[in-house]
């Protein structure tokens, strides 16, 4: 994927193919969060604008690992992983 080389989280999310991605609907929320379970990535911007929601708590914001929690255990109490 093109955003692989990227290391910049505002390059990422302003890629073009970020976008598209988003363009996609809610339906791919789990695809998105299963990315998220197997690979990491910068898949947060996405996810928020996709569920309207952010179970992130504001002193985990910056904290890769604890964000990704976050969603992760979010998408499973929605039965979306």
């Not at 609907?25 to 990535?41: A, F, R, S, T, Y």
């Amino acid at each position: 994927m093109e955003i692989e080389v990227l290391s910049s989280t505002s390059e990422i999310v302003s890629n073009f193919n970020y976008y598209r991605i988003i363009a996609l609907g809610k339906d791919i929320v789990p695809l998105i969060l299963q990315e998220l379970q197997e690979n990491g990535g910068q898949w947060y911007l996405a996810l928020r604008v996709l569920t309207n929601q952010n179970p992130v708590n504001p002193e985990d914001v910056g904290n890769i690992k604890k964000m990704k929690m976050a969603w992760l255990n979010w998408g499973r109490e929605h039965r979306l992983i």
